[in-house]
């Protein structure tokens, strides 16, 4: 039983238990017998890159969710593209205030190393109870990160329902930096309106404190820029 068979094991699981469905709906959806994926859970028997694949449209996540480190790997992108905030990382905490609870709502962001035509494969894990329980997040979202010069923008939809799309906007991605504010755009539920959220990405995970909430509610510096120009916008 080696260390890579247990973690996609552990993975299945927890992504299983989240969306909700047992050992046995699993295995019919992968033609699979009730005993196997148990054994796949338990890291008895390895998975085949093609099952991997199976499993994963089976969950309704990307097969790399299936195969996520519990340690954040360092790695680099592309070194001619000049984003220095997302190199050496693949994955940032971010930040928002939700003001219709008074609720602070962190979440996760995972970039995949691998670039297909200019783009990252991209994982949004949105409102998580911890860091470390990511896969339990209230939306969950996928797509993809463009990288400019000037600007990264983020394109991601809802993993369960089309409807849902979000957009990131990130300024000055090359500056060398622990933090940044970016915009996150999209439609709420809650009520039913179009949306836009001041955001903060950070490397690390941030105390959770009254000093973040602070820094993530609009303030008078946002509120005299939005009557300059008439738009919402972060800097």
């Not at 890579?4 to 469905?21: D, H, N, P």
């Not at 954040?72 to 220095?84: A, D, E, G």
């Not at 979000?166 to 709420?188: A, P, R, Y």
């Not at 009520?191 to 303030?219: T, Y």
Request: charged residues 25%.
């Amino acid at each position: 039983m080696s260390e890579v068979t247990t973690k996609i094991g552990q993975q299945i699981k927890r992504f299983r238990k989240t969306k909700q469905l047992t050992q046995e709906q699993l295995a019919r959806a992968i033609y699979k017998s009730k005993a196997t994926i148990a054994k796949y859970e338990s890291g008895s028997i390895s998975v085949d890159i093609e099952m991997l694949y199976k499993i994963a449209e089976a969950l309704n996540v990307h097969v790399e969710e299936l195969l996520a480190p519990n340690k954040q790997p360092v790695v680099s992108f592309n070194k001619s593209l000049p984003q220095t905030f997302f190199q050496n990382t693949n994955r940032l905490y971010t930040y928002v205030y939700d003001g219709r609870n008074n609720q602070l709502l962190k979440s996760i962001l995972m970039i995949s190393t691998v670039e297909e035509e200019k783009k990252y494969r991209t994982v949004f894990y949105m409102n998580v109870p911890d860091f470390d329980r990511y896969f339990e997040a209230e939306n969950s979202y996928s797509g993809y990160t463009e990288h400019h010069e000037p600007l990264t923008s983020i394109y991601l939809e809802h993993q369960s329902t089309g409807l849902e799309k979000v957009t990131i906007n990130i300024l000055s991605t090359f500056l060398e930096t622990g933090q940044k504010w970016g915009m996150m755009s999209g439609v709420s539920f809650r009520p039913f309106m179009p949306v836009a959220w001041k955001m903060l990405f950070s490397k690390q995970p941030l105390k959770e404190d009254e000093i973040l909430i602070q820094r993530l509610k609009i303030c008078k510096e946002d509120i005299r820029l939005m009557k300059m120009f008439n738009v919402f916008n972060v800097m």
